[in-house]
């Protein structure tokens, strides 16, 4: 099982970027209470979420900060969880981080790291003003 995170790079302010995480090894398990998200890290910090939802289509989560630019999605056929981030800011540089579960997630949780147990190596994306 892996998750491997693509997409990431350097862009100035209100640019746009959008990152995949392809699944490899296995089919993403997209059972309507299984979950997806992306996590955030940077150098001195706790990883955080940034955006989260049910693979069933529903509790979409996004953190106050990145609310109405980013949007998570899936593609199942592809076996690809997608971030756009559009109107980039510079504090949204960091290390992002994929991750599903292979359970259902808990109602309510699927902004907590926690409830994930597949992770990819994560890709840096870097924001400049």
């Known amino acids: 099982v892996e998750l491997a995170e693509s997409g990431g790079g350097s862009v100035q302010a209100g640019g746009s970027l959008r990152l995949s995480c392809a699944a490899s090894?296995?089919?993403?398990?997209?059972?309507?209470?299984?979950?997806m998200g992306w996590f955030r890290q940077v150098p001195g910090q706790e990883r955080e979420g940034v955006a989260a939802?049910?693979?069933?289509?529903?509790?979409?989560w996004y953190s106050a900060s990145v609310k109405g630019r980013f949007t998570i999605s899936h593609d199942n056929a592809k076996s690809t969880i997608y971030l756009h981030m559009i109107d980039l800011k510079p504090e949204d540089t960091g290390v992002y981080f994929c991750a599903t579960s292979s359970r259902p997630c808990a109602r309510g949780a699927v902004s907590f790291a926690s409830e994930y147990n597949y992770w990819g190596q994560g890709t840096q994306v870097t924001v400049s003003s």
């Open positions: 090894g296995y089919t993403l398990m997209t059972y309507r209470d299984y979950c």
């Open positions: 939802a049910y693979f069933g289509g529903h509790g979409f």
